[in-house]
């Protein structure tokens, strides 16, 4: 098993910025992608971006060029670097872990509210 612990969440105003980090534990071997998911309130869970063992990175196009995916293995945590926040990143932030195929592994969530 895999246990993610995200924070980093908050009320920000807009143009802001906040760090979340993803700290893994458990049996973190041959965890191959990470990535980072968000939930807005009556919207479908999306993906913000992901980062793979060998650091190669995706990003959606409403994030691009404004947050940043990272890794740190020694210390097992990954990271998303948000700035320029916008009121439309509001939402539920959920870090995932996929050894093989699908995300077999979530975070509780940590909450990212942006005000205009």
């Known amino acids: 098993q895999v246990q993610l612990v995200e924070s980093g969440g908050g009320l920000v105003q807009a143009g802001g910025s906040l760090r979340l980090s993803c700290a893994a534990s458990g049996s973190i071997f041959s965890i191959n992608v990470m990535g980072w998911y968000r939930q807005a309130p009556g919207k479908q869970r999306e993906l913000v971006a992901r980062?793979?063992?060998?650091?190669?990175?995706y990003y959606a196009d409403s994030v691009k060029g404004r947050f940043t995916i990272s890794r740190d293995n020694a210390k097992n945590t990954m990271y998303l670097q948000m700035n320029s926040l916008k009121p439309e990143d509001t939402a539920a932030y959920y870090c995932?872990?996929?050894?093989?195929?699908?995300?077999?592994?979530w975070g509780q969530g940590t909450q990212v509210t942006v005000s205009s």
């Open positions: 995932a872990a996929s050894k093989i195929g699908a995300y077999d592994y």
């Open positions: 980062i793979t063992i060998g650091a190669s990175t």
